[in-house]
């Protein structure tokens, strides 16, 4: 069973930086798709940005030069820093990966951008 945890979120104000970690209960290192989505009231979830094992990244461009997807494989661990934050990008994020032929996903976690 493949479970994945996010943390980080919360409240931000417009300009500010939050980073998000999703921890899996298993071993990423052979992972290759991993990423983070959003989901905003009354909106579909859309992708945010993704990474492989290789450390290619890409990024929707909402979030392009404002957010950095990373992972530390040692920790089974993806992040997602964000900066110059915006209202908005107030929504429940969402950590998967794909393994075995099927998508997992985290239970996510809520970030606001408010003043």
């Known amino acids: 069973q493949v479970q994945l945890v996010e943390s980080g979120g919360g409240l931000a104000q417009p300009g500010g930086s939050l980073r998000l970690s999703c921890a899996a209960s298993?071993?990423?290192?052979?992972?290759?798709?991993m990423g983070w989505y959003r989901q905003a009231p009354g909106m579909e979830r859309e992708l945010v940005a993704g990474?492989?094992?290789?450390?290619?990244?890409n990024y929707a461009d909402s979030v392009k030069d404002r957010f950095t997807i990373s992972r530390d494989n040692a920790k089974n661990t993806v992040y997602l820093q964000m900066s110059s934050l915006k209202p908005e990008d107030t929504a429940v994020y969402y950590c998967?990966?794909?393994?075995?032929?099927?998508?997992?996903w985290g239970q996510g976690t809520q970030v606001t951008v408010s003043s």
């Open positions: 990474i492989t094992n290789g450390g290619t990244t």
């Open positions: 298993i071993n990423i290192y052979g992972i290759n798709a």
């Open positions: 998967t990966l794909r393994a075995w032929g099927r998508d997992y």
